[in-house]
């Protein structure tokens, strides 16, 4: 059972334009959002979260949109730079359920000069 | 440089056989997560250790087990290996118990080759 889905595996920019990382998910239940940013041989690093009760959170060039209704979420990189090509994992946790994170299958962002 | 640390960075082996991989959190964190990633696959949770018990279980196979020593480093013992268990393993650690908003400072991984 995939709670967390990230239909895209990969995404072309150009550099300066909107990158926009989709994701969805399918338990209700979830307290809090998250996207991971991970490099070629590096481990995954926080980015950017959300918590349920909120439909946007911003952090310079990133922003997470999270629509409840649909269930689903988005990260938006304006404007984005070659230094941003890497896999995104968005994640979701409850409270209730300590350490598990629940990720989805990555989205590879290519950002070209 | 998230701070955790894995060691080590690539194993191979053969089926059957049984190896450690060995991560040491974050000065401080006293939380330690376990992270299975396959091909193509996002990160599986395994297991939760804090302060040295355990505390979360995800999907671990029986044939995993995993400890978290006095000195808070946690080592994940993998046996009886089959072909399927070749993955990247991450650990990753955080200060407390409950994660709040979730941020976790994973280590590089360890990864494991199952010939």
């Known amino acids: 059972d995939q709670q967390v889905k990230q239909n895209s595996p990969s995404l072309s920019v150009q550099e300066g334009r909107i990158s926009i990382l989709n994701c969805d998910y399918t338990n209700s239940m979830f307290d809090y959002f998250l996207w991971y940013k991970k490099y070629p041989a590096e481990g995954p690093t926080f980015l950017i979260s959300?918590?349920?009760?909120?439909d946007k959170n911003e952090d310079g060039r990133f922003t997470v949109f999270l629509n409840k209704s649909a269930k689903h979420l988005s990260l938006h990189i304006v404007p984005s730079q070659p230094g941003d090509s890497a896999v995104y994992f968005c994640?979701?946790?409850?409270?209730?359920?300590?350490?598990?994170?629940?990720f989805g299958q990555g989205t590879e962002l290519s950002v070209k000069p | 440089d998230s701070g955790v640390t894995q060691t080590p960075k690539h194993l191979i082996t053969a089926t059957g056989q049984r190896v450690t991989l060995r991560c040491s959190p974050r000065s401080g964190d006293l939380s330690v997560y376990w992270y299975q990633q396959s091909l193509d696959q996002g990160l599986q949770f395994l297991i939760q250790y804090y302060n040295g018990e355990e505390r979360a279980k995800g999907n671990i196979l029986e044939r995993f087990s995993a400890q978290q020593f006095p000195d808070l480093h946690s080592e994940l013992n993998l046996s009886s290996l089959e072909l399927g268990d070749s993955a990247l393993y991450f650990c990753?650690?955080?200060?407390?118990?409950?994660?709040?908003?979730?941020?976790?400072?994973f280590g590089e991984g360890s990864r494991l080759t199952v010939l």
């Open positions: 994640a979701a946790h409850r409270y209730n359920q300590g350490g598990k994170l629940i």
């Open positions: 959300i918590s349920s009760i909120k």
């Open positions: 990753a650690s955080s200060v407390a118990l409950a994660m709040g908003t979730g941020e976790l400072f």
